[in-house]
């Protein structure tokens, strides 16, 4: 059985930082290529950020470029947020999933519970 497990969100305040991981188990997901997703209050869910399968393409949304840097484990089950100069529209619940690349999308049809990133101003 597949299991997406997010974790390390939190409250922080509007410049902090936080940095999320995602541990894949169930399937091999080493020659996957990975992303984080977040769904805002009232929103719908949105592509953040993606890392192909051997960590050398990276593609973010344009409101994070700069400031969130994605990369995978050693091990290449597990991929990792990390967020700084975090800003109060940064709030959402954050989600990962296999992505494809070329189009952004969630390659998986079911999610993990995710993890709540909470940015004060």
């Known amino acids: 059985q597949v299991q997406l497990v997010e974790s390390g969100g939190g409250l922080v305040q509007a410049g902090g930082s936080l940095r999320l991981s995602c541990a894949a188990s169930?399937?091999?997901?080493?020659?996957?290529?990975m992303g984080w997703f977040r769904q805002a209050p009232g929103k719908e869910r949105e592509f953040v950020a993606s890392i192909s399968w051997n960590g050398g393409v990276r593609d973010y949304l344009d409101s994070v470029k700069g400031r969130f840097t994605i990369s995978r484990g050693n091990a290449r089950n597990t991929v990792y947020l990390q967020m700084n100069s975090l800003k109060p529209e940064d709030t959402a619940v954050y989600y990962c999933n296999a992505v494809d690349m070329s189009s952004r999308r969630p390659l998986l049809g079911y999610w993990g519970q995710g993890t709540q990133v909470t940015v004060s101003s």
């Open positions: 169930g399937r091999t997901f080493t020659t996957y290529s």
